[in-house]
């Protein structure tokens, strides 16, 4: 649905009044996908023009969700796979993720609404520059609770729960556990999500239909919408349609 002034305003509109807080996600993921193609659509071969915009709608959609009363998002930025990129086009995304990071600090939406930033995955993976920012921007929203945003970045689903399993083999190996304690509440407490709630709600945008590895365990009973629009062209209107769509949902958790 192509919508420009009056008309989207008034079909924005229309969204909102369909919203319901209170049955809100508790918890969103976002695969944010597309921002290459959204930069050859524009006439540029380089992906530089896709990543920096990108870059740039990320506040915008957090500040979408968290007045619609999302508590937690986790966004997937960079997998781990995403290193087998050229080498220019990696280095860019990290000086994007450099910035961005550095930017919470003094971020008022970040401290308005006290949102704790946690980066999950194989941070170690990222040049050190950016492990700086990330320590920061975590050491500087640490005592915050009443939002979460995870940021996946150096993020493999498989790498995740290889993690897992191998801290708890150590454990295993030194005694501190045996074998048969081992539960679904102990592989989620070595998850790199431990003490979040599962994902609610699963957005990739692009047109993608699929997870490409993002939260495999914690996606288990995630419902997923697919948008059919590429990451830094989304609108208001089309999170509203997520969330909308997730609240006419049954959830079943397999019954």
């Known amino acids: ?18 919203l319901d807080k209170d049955r809100a996600p508790r918890h969103v993921g ?16 380089v992906p530089w023009f896709g990543h920096h915009r990108g870059a740039a709608k990320v506040m915008e959609v957090l500040r979408i969700l968290w007045e619609a009363n999302v508590k937690v998002c986790t966004l997937y930025a960079f997998s781990i796979e995403n290193f087998q990129r050229s080498k220019s086009e990696v280095e860019e995304i990290m000086a994007l993720a450099e910035e961005k990071f550095s930017e919470v600090v003094g971020n008022p ?3 308005r609404h006290r949102v704790r930033i946690q980066a999950i995955g194989r941070v170690d993976l990222l040049p050190e520059r950016v492990q700086m920012a990330i320590h920061q921007a975590e050491e500087e929203t640490k005592d915050y609770s009443d939002h979460i945003l995870n940021v996946a970045i150096g993020y493999s689903g498989r790498a995740e729960l290889v993690d897992a399993v191998k801290a708890i083999g ?16 102990i592989i989620e407490s070595h998850l790199y999500t431990n003490g979040v709630p599962d994902p609610d709600l699963i957005i990739r945008t692009s047109g993608e239909e699929r997870l490409s590895g993002f939260l495999l365990w ?13 990451w830094p062209a989304v609108r208001r ?6 969330l909308r769509s997730y609240g006419d949902r049954s959830r079943r958790y397999g019954t």
């Open 1 to 18: 649905m192509n919508l420009s002034g009056p008309v989207y305003r008034l079909y924005e509109y229309y969204l909102f009044r369909q």
């Open 218 to 230: 914690q996606s288990a009973y995630s419902e997923l919408y697919f948008a059919q629009i590429y």
């Open 170 to 185: 150590e454990k295993i190996e030194s005694g501190e556990i045996e074998p048969s304690d081992i539960t679904e509440d």
């Open 237 to 242: 209107i089309d999170i509203w349609r997520a």
């Open 109 to 111: 939406d970040v401290h």
């Open 30 to 45: 976002i695969i944010l996908d597309g921002n290459r193609r959204y930069a050859r659509k524009h006439g540029l071969e």
